[in-house]
């Protein structure tokens, strides 16, 4: 059984997508703990599945690398097999993503290496292109550069909003962080050969 802690920073709907697939007795994947950088939305989804949460904010702390080595602690404490960015949006410091690489994985709204950083479904639109997708990767020390795990293209609509698009992106996210697990616990994927391919 695959032990996770999920990290996000918003409304946490992948997430709650891992908690209700972690109910099947069948799914080899557990969510062990959720934190964030905010006493964000989505702890609403681990409070009602019993999951504890926690919450390290960079404002507490004098620089981002003290930040980091806090929610490391934070994380370890949980000795998770791997770890989800689900939605959270602060960048980690490069030795929380060496003490955790490779099982450190992101979910990315956009078809890597399309479209990076915190604004992919925007970006996408602003670009004029006519698809745009969703991606799971490993987190490397870039911004969203990391090897890709898996991706789907998704179709761009002429009357897409930021709103409109973003909401027929995460169904798919959802579906590909799932199998991506499954994949994973199963040993179809091997993070580690992917990491130093
Ligand atoms: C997801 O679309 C995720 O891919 C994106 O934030 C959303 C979180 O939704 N992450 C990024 O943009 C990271 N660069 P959620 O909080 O409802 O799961």
């Known amino acids: 059984m695959l032990s996770l802690v999920v990290l996000i920073s918003g409304g946490g709907s992948n997430l709650r997508a891992l908690l209700e697939a972690s109910e099947d007795a069948e799914f080899p994947a557990r969510v062990v703990a959720v934190g964030a950088d905010r006493d964000a939305d989505g702890f609403s989804h681990s409070e009602e599945f019993g999951i504890p949460t926690f919450s390290v904010a960079l404002?507490?702390?004098?620089?981002?690398?003290?930040?980091?080595?806090?929610?490391?602690?934070?994380?370890?404490?949980?000795?998770?097999?791997?770890?989800?960015?689900?939605?959270?949006?602060?960048?980690?410091?490069?030795?929380?993503?060496?003490?955790?690489?490779?099982?450190?994985?992101?979910?990315?709204?956009?078809?890597?290496?399309?479209?990076?950083?915190?604004?992919?479904?925007?970006?996408?639109?602003?670009?004029?292109?006519?698809?745009?997708?969703?991606?799971?990767?490993?987190?490397?020390?870039?911004?969203?550069?990391?090897?890709?795990?898996?991706?789907?293209?998704?179709?761009?609509?002429?009357?897409?909003?930021?709103?409109?698009?973003?909401?027929?992106?995460?169904?798919?996210?959802?579906q590909l962080l799932i199998q991506t697990v499954l994949d994973i616990a199963n040993g179809r994927i091997d993070l580690k050969e992917l990491a130093t391919a």
């Open 59 to 174: 404002s507490n702390f004098p620089d981002r690398e003290a930040w980091g080595d806090a929610m490391l602690e934070q994380i370890q404490s949980w000795q998770p097999d791997l770890v989800i960015l689900s939605g959270f949006m602060k960048l980690l410091p490069p030795r929380v993503i060496d003490a955790l690489s490779p099982n450190l994985i992101n979910t990315h709204p956009a078809y890597l290496p399309e479209f990076p950083g915190a604004h992919g479904v925007r970006d996408a639109l602003a670009a004029g292109v006519t698809q745009t997708g969703a991606s799971i990767i490993v987190v490397d020390s870039g911004v969203d550069s990391g090897p890709i795990i898996a991706q789907t293209r998704i179709p761009i609509l002429p009357r897409d909003t930021e709103a409109s698009l973003h909401d027929r992106i995460k169904p798919v996210e959802r």
